[in-house]
């Protein structure tokens, strides 16, 4: 079980990783490649530790110890758990702290987008997503409606913020996702898609569109879905590297819908 700390005050630099790091400092705590996330909730450090992600720290409210005695038993008397007060641990986070609990893990190795889309027919690809809410809610979708994999561009949120994490109920962790480096986006990441046999679908506004319930989609193979950022879409690079542009058919001229939302309907109607 993890060792039990009890602390009396936020000011403890152990602490610092929980609320006064920003997620950039996590992100690179120590390098790149061992960077630390922060799972947020039972559910979500659950769905890590299941994972295989290393827990490094603990922080619990005093208040939920006794509701937060079975993860703790997951993991070793090297992991310490410090305890606070319940009124210390929104001062210390500023927020109201979901199930009271947070743990600090390792970031699991980055994949390469080779071995991301290994063995996937269904993909998902974020451009610019910018939203953290957004990135997690896709990516719930994505692991419950039938997507393999995940391409980030190199601007997009990250999917292991504390929030996309949460939002995602710990499913960036169950599905294999990788970002383009800043040279290969978008013809590069592109290109990797269609040398694996993917056909490219841009989801965007486009007169040459073909809705998603249209028969020629649903004969298709290997597929990615292409989802642009939040204001305008995707950009025209990224149109050009596309094979073709589809949509949601919609009524009372509305033209879009939250990037969640259209693509929770464009998984189910593609890749159930």
Known sequence: MARLAQLGTIDDKRLDVFARLSEHQLKNALEVERGVFIAESHLVVDVALDSGAEPLAFLVDERDLPASE????????????????HEQVSRLTGFHLTRGLLCAMRRPRALSLAEALDGARHVAVLEDLVDVANVGALFR???????????????????LTRRALRVSMGCALKLPWARA?????????????????????????DERAVPLDDPSLARAGRQALV????????????????????????????????????SAIAFWQLFR
């Open 141 to 159: 979708n994505a692991a419950a409606l039938g997507v393999d994999a995940v391409v980030l561009s190199p601007r997009c949120a990250d999917p």
């Open 70 to 85: 079975r993860i703790l038993a997951r993991t070793g008397d090297d992991v310490p758990a410090y305890v606070l007060p």
């Open 181 to 205: 480096a800043e040279g290969e986006w978008p013809e590069g990441a592109f290109d990797v898609l269609h040398e694996l046999g993917f056909e490219c679908l841009a989801m965007a506004l």
């Open 227 to 262: 989802f642009g950022s939040e204001g305008p879409g995707l950009t025209a690079r990224a149109l050009a590297a596309c094979d073709r542009t589809v949509i949601i058919p919609m009524g009372r001229e509305v033209d879009s819908l939250n990037v969640a939302a259209s």
